[in-house]
């Protein structure tokens, strides 16, 4: 797949703790972005946070959390992050989406042998 210069950057800002089907919500977002065939997607696992609730998620041994901070990078043109937008709409029922313009310098991967 070949990216144009001009992207977007989907961000979503979810909890560990929150599901899909009885799955974890990280992980349905990520496999309906690659049904999508969407360009890729990076999950990332906070150790420290706090959203509207205002209420501490964190890794620390005292204060053990069962719900951290988990954050979905989707880059991928305008008409790709369209199409995965009524899926977030439908499940995600807590946390924070951002979207922006990104500058896409290189996207390579290995050709299968």
Known sequence: MKLPEKGLLLRIFIGESDRCEGHPL??????EARR????????????????A????HTTKVLRLS???PMVIEIIDKKERI?????FLDAHVKEGLITLEEVR??????K???
Do not use: C, Q, W
């Open 36 to 51: 999508l065939n969407m360009a890729g997607a990076t999950v990332l696992k906070g150790v420290m946070g706090f959203g």
């Open 104 to 109: 896409v310098i290189k996207y390579r991967h």
């Open 26 to 31: 990280y992980e349905a977002i990520v496999n």
């Open 66 to 68: 069962e719900d951290l």
């Open 111 to 113: 050709k299968p042998d």
């Open 53 to 56: 609730s205002s209420r501490i």
């Open 82 to 86: 369209n199409l995965l937008m009524p």
